[in-house]
Every structure is written in C-alpha cells, then in structure tokens.
C-alpha cells in the first residue's frame, strides 16, 4: 500500500470538507427534524422547545386540507408515471435514425429544453397558456373554439403541469436509454436480420432487452421520488384560482412553515413526506431484487 | 439486402415520429424567439404565430434599461463562478480520495453521502439551520447549502476509478510526491473532462437556482436573476390572467412586462445557448459515466 507512512492524512483531508459539509448541511437537520415532535419556539429553540409527540402530525391528519394534499400530490405522480415510457420510446426511435448529422441535430434540439430554468419554463407557460394574448388559445381560436383559461382553471392544473415537464426532459431522459443502446453487439442485429427478423422485431427481442435494466433502474428511482414533485414549478404555477388541484404536500409545508411560521407542524408534514419517500424506494428496490434481480443496492 | 415494404414503412412512421417530435420542442423556442424582436401588438393579435412580424428592439432596450436585471446578472455570476467553484473544491478532492481502495473507512463515507440521496431532514429544518448559522440574507446561503450534490460525488469517482490507475499514483509516490502534489500535477491535469462536465452540472444549477433565493434572500440587492425573472414573467403575468382590478401603476408594469417578457427569457438564457451546443457532448459524458454506475 502507497503513502503507509507519512502522507497517508493528505487522503483525509481531501475527504474532510465534504463529510463537513453533509454533516453541517444534511445531517444536521436530519437531527433537527425532532422539531416535528416538539412545539418549536423561536425563543427556546430546537432543544428547549417542549416535546409534544405525535401532535403535529394527528392535526395533519385531521385537517381537511389532508386529503386533498394527498390526492393531488399522488395524482401528479401517477401522470408522470403514466409517461415514463415517452422517453423509452423516443431512445428507441432515435436510435433507429441512420443519418448521424441529422441525428445529432434532433438530439442537440430536443436535450436543450432541459437546461431552460423553472422560472423561465413557468413564465413560458403563463405567456403561451394566456386566456386573451397566449398562442395556445389563439390555435384554439382559429379552430373556432373558445379560448380556454388555463391557468386559473383547476382542472388544467395537472395537465399542464406534467405535459410541460415531459416537453422539457423527453430529449435528455433519452440520453441515458440511448447510451445502454449503444452498447449492443451489433453482431446480434447482424445475424438477426440474416434469420430474417424485422426491425420492430429486432427492437422487441434485441433493443429492448438490452435497456430493460435501465428501465427498472429508473423506474425503482422513480417510485422513491413518488411523493416528491418538481415543486418549485408548483409553487411558481399556483394561484387562488387552481390551487384545489395545485397544493401539494411540499409547497403546503413551505406556505406553513416559512410564510406562516409554523415551524413543528410543517416539518412534521415534510418529515411524513420524507418517510413515505424513503419507504417506497426500498420497497420497490426489494421487489425489483426480487422480480428481476436489478437493484440499487 | 433489401428492405421490403413494411420495413420501409416503418423506417418512414420513424422519421414522422422524430419530425413531429422536433416540431413540438422547437416550435416554443422558435416562437420566443420570433416574439422577441416582434412588434407587441402582432404578438397579443396572435397574427405572429412562427416567424417575427413588425421588427422591433424595443423589448431588449427596455431590458437592457432595466436596473433589477444588469443587478441580478451580475449577482448570478458572482452565484454562478463562486458557487461552482465551492462545488469543485469540495467534489474532486473527495471523489477522487473515495475512489481509491486503499484509503480506510471509505465505505462508511460513501453510505453517508449515498444516504442523503434517501432521506432528508427536510425544509424546515434546513431553513432553520441556515437562519440560526446567521447566513440568511447573506451570500453565503447562496453558495454554502449547494456546496456538493452526492450525484456529482458518485459520478466523479467512477471517473477517477475508471482513468487514474493505481500504478501511476505509486510512481509518483516512489519519487517522493505527497497525495496532494499528485492529486495537483497529475489527477488534475488527467481528469479535464470530468472537471468539465462537473464545471457544467453545478454551473447551470447556480445559473438556474432560484428556491434556495427565495427562501433565504429578502435583499433586492442580493437577488439573483431568477427572482427577478419570477417578478418579471411570473408575477405580473398572474396579475393579467388572474384580471384583478389593477391600479394604473400595476397597469403600466404589465404593460411593461408584456413588452419584454420574451425578450428577458432570451436574455437570461444567453450565456446557455451560446454555450451549449459546444458544450453539449460533455453534458452528455456526464451522464454516460452517471448511468455506468446506476
């Protein structure tokens, strides 16, 4: 083993600043989550706050804003879910493109919407979507429809929502999909199309399979991610008008805890957001090890 | 060999799919494009709809008028070069260390990176470290929470593991080298494109970040350009969907903001799309080397 004597620290100290800054940054308030228990005063702090048990969360329970939070927070995600296979689907299409300019062209268009920040994303949507100057309702228009407020109607809210993410990451959650896709032999297409096989039979029985373990990877993330959205774009897209449909868990624990103050109780509310999170991704990663024998650990 | 007809067939369905696929993500883009240089009132008509009508600069020059934005630029940078570069100083080093086998212990600071992923103290709680450090309303609350993201670590040191071999290391070490010289002279000089791509990753992160602003920055002086973006083209533009009975000064402000709203998105995402179709192919290494591990 190399540096057994004098230098071997100099390792440590590459390492120290960021086990210092999980354990300030991410650690720190893993610890403080006990907050959730007590009834958190300013003048006390986290330490001297009194405890109060499982009180914060018995009233999240029962507010009637509960249910609600519940239903849209899980609606959200299964949409989401229900186009997991988009970017499958693009992969393999582009995959199937022979003209490499051309190729490289639809990729280098379709990654970019990716890089556009969620305030940008959400002004595009609030500029397009305009119930009198947005080119949506100006589309709808020339159809002879009547134009649509989108926005400060609830029931768009969803739609909107997750048709905007996927318009953003169709292209670069392809990536990963076409770098497992790069990697098959092409021996195999070879000597499938000798024994005659189609290219839709080529993607069904060769591509296909080759990505299956990425699809499960990604899919074991997704469900651990099930109770987390892009919430920022939530937060940015929310008014009084749709917030029925928009109030999700995480943008109900910012407006409670740092708009209202309620410390205890909203972190009791992100805490049983974090929980829920955590215990869907072992077990579908347990499920998977089993079904599969793909996992992430 | 020849394709038969059903072959071709799909090869055609193929290509109607990807063209229909580049139509609905260029046709926005194009759009705001078109719609920055348009007269406004061909955009509000809807007689503008692909290519721009009615030239006009009039949208830039009233950004480039705009104080709050040549503020927020300035603040993103500062956010953008010094946030980054907080990133690289705590990511390489520590991937980089992780990733050689003999360094004891490193298991167990793995799992503890690895279990962030997991599991979070969540907001609250982290708000209130951040305000009880007396970093609120500080710069600092831009840079230090963000100062690594565990992905970034796991994918820096499949790097190193994959491209900076054992053998090279105890060479250097025969002549005498400590690990922080060969990390300097040697790692660095060898691990270009993943200090790239990790450039990159944390760059356009900062460029884009704009919860952390919020919840912490309450100073206009501090803002970065997003919150000024969000009060640009957010704000303003519930206002005028939402129809509440506005007093003229609000008026005038939409007004305003309905001029250069598709001129500010262009200008905030300048830097970005210049950039980016060079810098593309290191996004994507990226996350090739991300998905070697997953």
Redesign the interface.
Known sequence: ???GKT??W??????A???L??V??????????Q?AFRDYMVTKG?WGSPWVGLDHLVRFFHSFRFWNLIGNTLSINVYQLALFPVSII?AL??N??RDSIYKRF?Q??????H??????M???I???L????G?VN??I?WFGLEPI?F??AAPWFKTIFVLSGE?QQ??WGA??YL??LAGVDPQLHESA?IDGA???QRIFYINIPTIL??II?LLILNF?NFMAIGF?KVL?LQ?P?NLESSEVI?TY??KS??LQSQ?SF??AV??F???I??IL??LFNFLSRRVSSTSLW | MKETASERGFVALNHLFVALMLIVVLYPLIYIVSASISDPAFVKTGQMWLWPMGLTMEGYELVLKNADIWLGYRNTIFYTLAGTAINLIVTLPCAYALSRPFIKGRGIVMAMIVFTMLFNGGLIPTFLLVKSLGMVNTVWAMLLPSAAAAWNIIVSRTFFQMNVPRELEEAAEMDGCSPIRIFIRIVVPLSMPIIAVMGLFYGVSHWNQFFNALIYLSDHQLFPLQLFLREILVESQMNSTMDSGSILEAAEQARIAEIIKYAVMIVSMLPLLIAYPFLQRFFLKGVMIGSLKG
């Open positions: 083993m190399p540096f230098k071997y100099q390792y440590y100290a590459f390492i600043p960021a086990v800054y999980y300030i940054f991410h650690y720190f308030p893993m610890y403080g989550v907050i986290i693009v299409s582009f199937e493109l639809v280098t268009v379709t990654y970019a919407p890089f556009i920040s969620v305030v940008v959400s002004g595009m609030l500029a397009f305009h119930p009198s100057t080119v100006k589309i228009q407020a926005i400060s318009w169709l292209g990536i990963i770098a497992a199309k189609t290219r839709l373990p990425t990877i651990g920022e940015l008014n008008l995480q624990v910012y805890g740092l410390f909203s972190a992100g805490l957001n974090s929980v999170n955590m991704l072992v």
